[in-house]
């Protein structure tokens, strides 16, 4: 898991507060030493902002997908 968080770094943060639900893609480094993912952004955007209202978020990391379903030869049927 370690190697895997270490070589990727891009996560979608699933956020919400006051009836506010909001997603951004963030740019992530992990913490090995305490087992976390940091992330840094302005307290001025929606992100940045929601989680200190209501910090549990929701987050995940996959590798990065090489083409598209849609163009399979099976796309509309």
């Given at each position: 898991?370690?190697?895997?968080?270490?070589?990727?770094?891009v996560m979608?943060?699933?956020?919400?507060?006051?009836?506010?639900?909001?997603t951004a893609?963030?740019?992530?480094?992990?913490?090995?030493g305490?087992?976390?993912l940091?992330?840094?952004t302005?307290?001025?955007?929606?992100?940045?902002?929601?989680?200190?209202?209501?910090p549990?978020?929701?987050?995940?990391?996959s590798?990065?997908?090489?083409?598209?379903p849609?163009?399979?030869?099976?796309?509309?049927?």
């Amino acid at each position: 898991m370690t190697s895997y968080l270490t070589s990727h770094h891009v996560m979608p943060l699933a956020t919400a507060a006051n009836g506010e639900l909001w997603t951004a893609n963030l740019f992530y480094c992990f913490d090995e030493g305490r087992i976390r993912l940091l992330f840094y952004t302005s307290p001025d955007t929606r992100h940045g902002r929601l989680p200190l209202a209501e910090p549990r978020v929701a987050a995940t990391s996959s590798a990065t997908s090489h083409g598209c379903p849609a163009s399979s030869s099976r796309a509309g049927r």
